[in-house]
């Protein structure tokens, strides 16, 4: 009895190191990632390039392997998709990109400052309405349905993927299995005032909220 609780002990124990391990070689390994993302993965709304710290590690993993596979950022994708998927093919094997998405997540999801215009409880309203199933009713992402966090991000990133999920630029690859269902969300908002209340919501979320 006792020795098999050891070794149940001695199992986790090591499943526990095994992921501190992961993260500390994603470190290192994000220093090619900095110029960009910044050195504590916060974004930098500026090149373009999202906050990554404290995203769900199996939908930052996917989003790699889909860059590298030109599931994400192939043919018809836009110019910031096309970059990104420059930098993930340049990482050398899964095995390290599975140590930089574990890495990402365990850092701190930025706080954002400035509010975005738009109805706040309109926005609510759509959220909950059409979005909230698989992101979570503050927005804190759902990892059984793949639906990534999307508080602590940048509105116009935000708003970029959306449009470009709704106008076939992302979400459209065959492989493509969960940007393909968000594609189909997409068309179930329009792009003016809708999804300004969605997005000045989304704003005013807190990042970290679970
Ligand atoms: C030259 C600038 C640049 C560098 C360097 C860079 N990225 Fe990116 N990254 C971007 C841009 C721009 C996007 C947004 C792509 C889009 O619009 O679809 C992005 C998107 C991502 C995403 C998708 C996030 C999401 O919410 O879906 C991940 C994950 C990511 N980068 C990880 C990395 C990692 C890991 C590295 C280092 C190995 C890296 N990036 C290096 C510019 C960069
Ligand atoms: C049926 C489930 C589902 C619903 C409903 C849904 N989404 Fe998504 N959404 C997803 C999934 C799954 C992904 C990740 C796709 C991938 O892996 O590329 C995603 C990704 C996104 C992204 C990209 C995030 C990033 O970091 O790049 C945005 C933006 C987004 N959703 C906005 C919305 C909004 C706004 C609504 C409501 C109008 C909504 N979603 C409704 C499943 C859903």
Redesign the pocket.
């Known amino acids: 009895m006792r020795y098999r609780f050891l070794l149940l002990l001695a199992m986790l124990l090591s499943v526990v190191a095994r992921a501190e391990t992961a993260a500390a070689g994603g470190k290192a390994l994000f220093a090619a990632c900095v110029a960009c993302h910044g050195a504590a993965a916060t974004g930098n709304a500026a090149l373009q390039a ?1 906050a990554l710290a404290g ?1 769900d590690a199996a ?1 930052l993993e ?2 790699l392997r ?1 860059f590298r596979a030109g599931v ?1 950022g192939g043919d018809g994708a836009e110019v910031s998709a096309v970059q990104m998927r420059g930098m993930a093919t340049a990482i050398a094997t899964d095995s390290d990109v599975a140590e930089l998405a574990a890495w990402m997540a365990s850092l701190p999801r930025p706080a954002l400052s400035a509010a975005v215009a738009g109805d706040l409880r309109e926005g609510n309203n ?2 909950q309405g ?2 909230a ?3 979570g009713v503050t927005g804190e992402g759902y990892p059984a ?4 966090r ?1 508080t602590g ?1 940048d509105s116009a ?2 708003r970029r ?2 449009l470009a ?1 709704r106008e076939g630029r ?2 459209a690859h065959p492989a ?1 299995r ?2 393909r ?2 594609a ?3 068309k ?2 329009d792009t003016g005032a809708e ?1 300004d209340a ?1 997005l000045s919501w ?1 704003r005013a979320q807190p990042p970290g909220a679970q």
């Open positions: 999202p995203q939908y996917r989003q889909n994400r759509l959220w059409k979005c199933a698989c992101h349905l793949n639906a990534p999307l991000l990133y935000l993927q959306f999920f992302r979400g493509d969960y940007g269902q968000m189909m969300m997409a179930t908002i999804l969605v989304l």
